[in-house]
């Protein structure tokens, strides 16, 4: 399995500002995403975070507002940028783990934006 | 803070018994499905998985069942316990991509 670990695990930031979330994982993986879960919802894609070359996004998510670094294969970055009260969600990233077939979920970073 | 699941359905079970969680998807190419637990706080924990070429699958305490005709997915836990109270969800991959889709998710209440 993989042990995926998230900072800041939680924030309460102000409106137009912008907060950079972490996500490392203990052994290298090729696939790392980014879901946003807003409140009492499902969790929705936000893109692919790709090693070496620019991220994919999904439909509805721009590199403006989510911009993604993935410097090497344990590591990536998302940060929500001029944030307002509706980026207020959870923000988890996962890791594909093709040898066991199943994608393995950090504890996810709970933001409010005021 | 915020509780995970607090605007889905919610299904109440008294501890001991069977429950079933329901899952309709939409996208016929989908080969591939996850069912999901999330306590709160945490991220989903993977449960089981099915392949779209088969209809059943079991594992410990947990069965999914797949009926491809109608779109349909069901997760069936045995003598369910507190510690089964969760928001559950099922997900699912088309093609080799990895991404997963998520459905509305279903809040599971264990009472005693």
């Known amino acids: 399995s993989a042990v995926i670990s998230q900072k800041p695990s939680r924030d309460i930031c102000q409106r137009g500002t912008s907060l950079t979330i972490q996500c490392q994982v203990d052994?290298?993986?090729?696939?790392m995403f980014w879901y946003r879960q807003q409140p009492g919802q499902s969790l929705t894609l936000i893109a692919t975070a790709n090693q070496g070359s620019e991220a994919t996004y999904e439909s509805g998510f721009v590199i403006d507002k989510f911009p993604i670094s993935r410097p090497n294969l344990t590591f990536s970055t998302l940060t929500v940028s001029n944030m307002s009260p509706e980026d207020s969600s959870i923000y988890l990233c996962?890791?594909?783990?093709?040898?066991?077939?199943?994608?393995?979920f950090g504890p996810g970073t709970r933001l409010t934006v005021l | 803070g915020e509780s995970v699941g607090l605007h889905l359905p919610t299904l109440s079970v008294q501890e001991g018994d069977n429950s079933i969680i329901n899952c309709a998807y939409s996208?016929?190419?989908?080969?591939?499905f996850i069912w999901y637990k999330q306590e709160s706080g945490k991220g989903p924990q993977f449960i089981i998985d099915i392949r779209s070429n088969m209809d059943k699958r079991q594992g410990q305490r947990v069965t999914v069942l797949l009926n491809k005709t109608v779109k349909h997915l069901s997760l069936q836990i045995a003598a369910t316990q507190p510690g089964d109270s969760a928001v559950y969800f099922c997900?699912?991959?088309?093609?080799?991509?990895?991404?997963?889709?998520f459905g509305t998710g279903t809040r599971l209440q264990v009472t005693l």
């Open positions: 996208n016929s190419a989908s080969d591939y």
């Open positions: 997900a699912e991959i088309a093609g080799t991509a990895s991404k997963l889709t």
């Open positions: 996962s890791v594909d783990l093709l040898s066991y077939n199943e994608q393995f």
């Open positions: 052994s290298q993986v090729t696939m």
